[in-house]
C-alpha cells in the first residue's frame, strides 16, 4: 500500500513537470515569435528612416508595416516620423508604360508616355488623381513635349518624328482633335503655347524655330514665321504671362528674346549668352518681369530681369545648390517661389526674395520637368522610372527665419501659434495651423534695430490675440495680433536690466512672468491684457542668470529655473508677494526648462547636465523626487513639454537634435515610447498643441517643425496621399519572410 502510495506521487509530480515543461515550451516559442517579430519591426523601421531622405513615399509604407508587424519603440517613431515631411503622392505610369512628358493646368494634368496615347487626368485633394476615360483622339506614339494654353482649353504636343498635334481640352472628358502639324522632317524639342492658346511655338534638332498662329491651324498648317536664330538644337522655351514676349533657349548658349505682338513678324528683343552654361529650363515669373534659366553646366539657375525686355540684366549671381545638371525651371503662382528640377535627384526650392534654399524634395531618380498645380504645389516628373511626384506644400514647417527658433507658442485652440527666434531674425510671426502638415503665415511683426532687439522669448495669450515679447533690453513688447496682418503695439514694459530668457503666460491669461539674465524675474498684471502692469520683481536666493519659468495649471505656483543647478517653486497666489515654497536640486548643471503636466502634480525639469528630474508636486511646499532622472536627448535640455490630458512627456537637447518622448503614466517608472529627428544641431524648444495631437520643434534650422503624434490619425494620413501603393516585389526585398499585405486599403 505504501508502495502504491509512492508511485501515485511519483506519478503526480510527472505529470506536473510533463505539463510544466509543455507550458514552459509554449512560452519559450510565444516568447522566440515575439522577439523574431520586434527584431523585424526594428530593421524595416530602420530601412523606412533610411529611405525618408531618399523615397519618401516608400518610406511611409514601411513605416506602417513596421508598426503592424510589432509596434516597437522604432516603429512608433518611423509611423509619426512620416508628418514631419513634405508629403508625395507617388504616380506611377499606367500599365507599365513609363511617363515621358507631362504638362499642367491648374489642377488638370495631360501625360504621354513612351509606349502609349496621351492621356487627361485630373488631380483631386486624395490620393490618386482621376484620369479620364478616353485617350486623346490622333495620339502620337510617343509625346516628348507637351503644353497648355488658354487655362487648359489647348493642348499641344510634340513628337520625335517631327509631328505636333493640336487638341481642344475645353471639355477633358471630350477632347477634340484640331490639327496634326507635319512635314517638319526633325524632332521637336520643344513646344509652348501662349498664355490664351493663340500661338503655337516649336524649337527644332536643328534649333529652328516655328510660330503658328492657333486659329490658323484647322485650315492650314504653314507657320506664320519661321526663326532661324540659332546654330544648335533648341533645349527650351516659355512664353510671357501676357503672351507677349517668347524666350528660347538653345544648344548654343544662347537665350533669345522675341516680342510676338505680331507673331507672322516676330520682333527681336536681345540675346543673352550664358558662356559655357547651356540653358534646359525657362520660365517667366507670373508678373513678367524675372526669367529664371536653369543650367546644365554648373548647375545654378540664373534670373534677369526682363522688365525690359530690350535690355534684359541679370540679377545677381545663380542660384546654387544642385549637384547636376537643372533640367526644369517654375515659378509658384504667387511668384515667390523658384522650383528647379535637377538631375541629382532633387527638387530645389528657392526663396526668390532672400534666394534662399526653402526645401529640398528628395525624388529616387533624376528629375525632368517641374510645374506648379493652381493649388501651389508642384508636380514633378523623373526619368528612368517615368513617375510623376505630386507634392504638398509647404510641408509641416514654418520657415523662412534668419535666425534659430527659441519659442513656439500656441493658443488654447491650437490652430494659431506663434514662432519667436532669436535676435538675428529679429521678428515675431502669427500663424494658421488648421492643417498642421500646411501652416500658413497670418502675419508679421518687425523688432526694432539696436539693444532693444527681439530676444527669442514670448508667450501668446490664451486667445491668440495678444502676443508678449522679450527684447534684449530687458523689456517686454505688448502686441495686439487680434488681426496679425496688422500688429498693433500696445504697451513696452520694462522689467530687468538684462535681455530676457523667457515669458509665460498664466493659464487663466491674468499674470504674466518674466525671467532675465539680471538674475531676476517679474511679474506682471494682465487685468487689461494689452497694458501690463508691473506687480512684483523677485532676485531668487542666487542672483545668476535665470532661464524658463513655467505656471502650474491652476496658476498658484511657478517654476523658475536657473544657472545655479536648481529650479525654484514659488507661490505666486498672491502676485505682489511671491513666496519661495521650493527649492529642486541634484542636478550638475544649470537648469533650462520646465514643465508641468495637465493636473499639475507632476513637474519636469531638464538641466545642461543632460537629464530630467520628475517630482510630484501635489503639494509644492513639499515635492517629491520620483525615481530616477530620465536620459534621452544628448546635450542641455533645452525644451520640455507635457501632452495635455496625456501621460507623454517630450524633451530636446541641443545637441543631437533627437526629440524623445516617453510614457509617464507611472512616473516612477517612465516608457520610452517616441524619438524624433529635430534641427540636426540642437532643438531649443518643443511644446504640444492644446489637444495634444500635434508636436512643434524649434531649432538651430531656422524653422518650426510639426509632427502629428496619434498613430492612427497619421496612418488615415498616409493613406489618403499615398498614391501607388509598395509592390510585391518591394515588399519582399523590405520585409522579408512575411506574406504580401498592403498598408493601406485601395478606395
Same mark, same amino acid.
Given at each position: ?211 503658328? !498662329? ?53 520682333? =527681336? ?90 526645401? !529640398? ?175 512684483? !520683481? ?39 508677494? =511671491? ?169
Amino acid at each position: 500500500m505504501r508502495r502504491r502510495t509512492r508511485l501515485i506521487a511519483l506519478f503526480v509530480i510527472l505529470v506536473v513537470l510533463a505539463v510544466s515543461g509543455t507550458a514552459y515550451a509554449r512560452q519559450e516559442r510565444v516568447t522566440s515569435a515575439r522577439e523574431r517579430s520586434q527584431a523585424l519591426s526594428r530593421l524595416v523601421a530602420d530601412e523606412s528612416n533610411r529611405l525618408r531622405g531618399h523615397d519618401v513615399s516608400l518610406a511611409m509604407q514601411l513605416a506602417l508595416a513596421a508598426y503592424d508587424i510589432s509596434p516597437t519603440t522604432e516603429a512608433t517613431s518611423s509611423v509619426l516620423a512620416a508628418t514631419g515631411v513634405a508629403a508625395e503622392t507617388r504616380l506611377g505610369p499606367a500599365s507599365g508604360a513609363n511617363t515621358e512628358a507631362f504638362a499642367a493646368a491648374g489642377s488638370l494634368i495631360a501625360i504621354g508616355t513612351k509606349q502609349g496615347p496621351v492621356r487627361l487626368a485630373r488631380f483631386t485633394d486624395r490620393g490618386t488623381p482621376a484620369t479620364m476615360d478616353a485617350s486623346l483622339p490622333g495620339t502620337p506614339s510617343q509625346a516628348t513635349t507637351m503644353s497648355f494654353g488658354n487655362h487648359g482649353a489647348v493642348l499641344a504636343a510634340g513628337a520625335e518624328d517631327g509631328r505636333i498635334w493640336l487638341w481642344n481640352t475645353a471639355d477633358p472628358q471630350h477632347p477634340l482633335l484640331l490639327a496634326v502639324v507635319a512635314g517638319i522632317g526633325q524632332p521637336i524639342d520643344a513646344v509652348g503655347l501662349s498664355p490664351d492658346g493663340s500661338v503655337l511655338a516649336a524649337g527644332t534638332e536643328s534649333g529652328t524655330v516655328l510660330v503658328w !498662329k492657333v486659329a490658323d491651324l484647322t485650315h492650314s498648317t504653314a507657320p506664320a514665321a519661321v526663326l532661324n536664330a540659332f546654330t544648335n538644337h533648341v533645349t527650351t522655351l516659355a512664353f510671357s504671362p501676357d503672351g507677349s514676349q517668347l524666350a528660347v533657349s538653345a544648344y548654343d548658349f544662347t537665350t533669345r528674346l522675341w516680342r510676338l505682338t505680331r507673331p507672322d513678324h516676330p520682333d =527681336p528683343l536681345a540675346t543673352i549668352t550664358t558662356a559655357a552654361a547651356r540653358i534646359f529650363g525657362l520660365a517667366f515669373s507670373p508678373d513678367g518681369r524675372t526669367l529664371a534659366g536653369g543650367a546644365a553646366a554648373g548647375h545654378d539657375t540664373y534670373l534677369w530681369d526682363v522688365a525690359n525686355p530690350s535690355q534684359p540684366s541679370q540679377l545677381g549671381a545663380p542660384l546654387t545648390g544642385p549637384s547636376s545638371w537643372v533640367t526644369s525651371v517654375a515659378f509658384s503662382p504667387d511668384g515667390r517661389t523658384l522650383a528647379a528640377a535637377s538631375s541629382d535627384g532633387q527638387l530645389w526650392l528657392f526663396d526668390v526674395a532672400s534666394r534662399r534654399v526653402l526645401a !529640398k524634395l528628395p525624388h529616387t531618380h533624376p528629375v525632368s520637368a517641374v510645374a506648379y498645380l493652381d493649388d501651389g504645389t508642384p508636380l514633378t516628373l523623373t526619368v528612368d522610372d517615368g513617375a510623376l511626384h505630386w507634392w504638398r506644400l509647404p510641408g509641416p514647417t514654418a520657415s523662412g527665419f534668419a535666425d534659430a527658433v527659441f519659442s513656439i507658442e500656441f493658443d488654447a485652440s491650437g490652430h494659431r501659434f506663434a514662432v519667436i527666434p532669436g535676435a538675428g531674425e529679429n521678428t515675431a510671426s502669427i500663424w494658421d495651423t488648421s492643417s498642421p502638415h500646411h501652416p500658413v503665415r497670418l502675419g508679421t511683426i518687425a523688432g526694432t534695430a539696436g539693444p532693444g532687439k527681439f530676444s527669442g522669448g514670448g508667450d501668446l495669450s490664451a486667445d491668440g490675440n495678444v502676443l508678449y515679447l522679450g527684447t534684449s533690453d530687458g523689456s517686454i513688447q505688448t502686441w495686439s495680433v487680434a488681426d496679425p496682418a496688422h500688429p498693433v503695439s500696445t504697451e513696452l514694459t520694462r522689467t530687468a536690466s538684462d535681455l530676457i530668457e523667457s515669458v509665460a503666460v498664466e493659464p487663466s491669461g491674468s499674470l504674466l512672468a518674466a525671467s532675465s539674465d539680471d538674475g531676476t524675474f517679474s511679474l506682471l498684471s494682465l487685468a487689461d491684457p494689452r497694458h501690463p502692469v508691473a506687480l512684483a !520683481k523677485i532676485t531668487p536666493p542666487s542672483k545668476v542668470q535665470l532661464y524658463q519659468v513655467t505656471f502650474s495649471p491652476d496658476g498658484r505656483t511657478l517654476a523658475v529655473n536657473s544657472l545655479d543647478h536648481h529650479s525654484y517653486l514659488y507661490d505666486v497666489s498672491k502676485p505682489t508677494a =511671491p513666496t519661495l515654497v521650493g527649492t529642486l536640486g541634484g542636478f550638475a548643471g544649470a537648469t533650462y526648462s520646465a514643465a508641468f503636466n495637465s493636473t499639475g502634480h507632476l513637474l519636469a525639469v531638464g538641466s545642461a547636465d543632460g537629464t530630467i528630474g520628475l517630482w510630484d508636486t501635489t503639494d509644492p511646499r513639499h515635492p517629491v523626487q520620483l525615481g530616477r532622472k530620465l536620459v534621452g536627448p544628448i546635450g542641455y535640455i533645452y525644451g520640455l513639454a507635457f501632452a495635455p490630458g496625456r501621460s507623454v512627456l517630450a524633451a530636446s537637447g541641443n545637441e543631437d537634435g533627437e526629440i524623445w518622448m516617453w510614457n509617464i503614466a507611472d512616473p516612477s517608472h517612465p516608457a520610452h515610447t517616441v524619438t524624433l529627428a529635430g534641427a540636426a544641431n540642437g532643438v531649443y524648444t518643443v511644446v504640444f498643441s492644446a489637444d495634444g495631437r500635434t508636436l512643434a520643434a524649434g531649432g538651430t534650422d531656422d524653422a518650426a517643425q510639426f509632427w502629428d503624434v496619434d498613430v492612427a490619425t497619421v496612418r488615415t494620413w498616409i493613406c489618403s496621399v499615398l498614391g501607388e501603393p509598395i509592390t510585391p516585389e518591394l515588399w519582399a526585398q523590405y520585409v522579408p519572410g512575411v506574406s504580401f499585405r498592403p498598408v493601406c486599403p485601395r478606395n
